[in-house]
């Protein structure tokens, strides 16, 4: 079955850095768009970065331009998100998510991890 399986939260000091991973299993990684979303208590889930089904094109949210990086690796159906300069506004869940478009619209979610950035 589909499964997105991410890792890499947990507690850190603002300034600080984490690296989440999402390992996907249970359909064709290569065909599909990856992204990162994120969810803090009380809030909506935003987008933070998407990148293509090979990696050459990636999107960031405005607030984490020049902090975060996306990246995949698609013989390991890895997807990563490092964040560096954390900030205790970046604490919330964060979530993988795939996307494929054609030939029809597919996508799945993982659990999601928990970052918390404080001091």
């Known amino acids: 079955q589909v499964q997105l399986v991410e890792s890499g939260g947990g507690l850190v000091q603002p300034g600080g850095s984490l690296r989440l991973s999402c390992a996907a299993s249970g359909f064709t990684f290569s065909s599909y768009a990856m992204s990162w979303y994120r969810q803090a208590p009380g809030k909506k889930r935003e987008l933070v970065a998407s990148?293509?089904?090979?990696?050459?094109?990636?999107n960031y949210a405005d607030s984490v331009k020049g902090r975060f990086t996306i990246s995949r690796d698609n013989a390991k159906n890895t997807v990563y998100l490092q964040m560096n300069s954390l900030k205790p506004e970046d604490t919330a869940v964060y979530y993988c998510?795939?996307?494929?478009?054609?030939?029809?619209?597919?996508?799945?979610w993982g659990q999601g991890t928990q970052v918390t950035v404080s001091s």
């Open positions: 990148i293509a089904s090979a990696g050459g094109s990636t």
């Open positions: 998510y795939a996307l494929e478009r054609r030939p029809t619209r597919t996508d799945y």
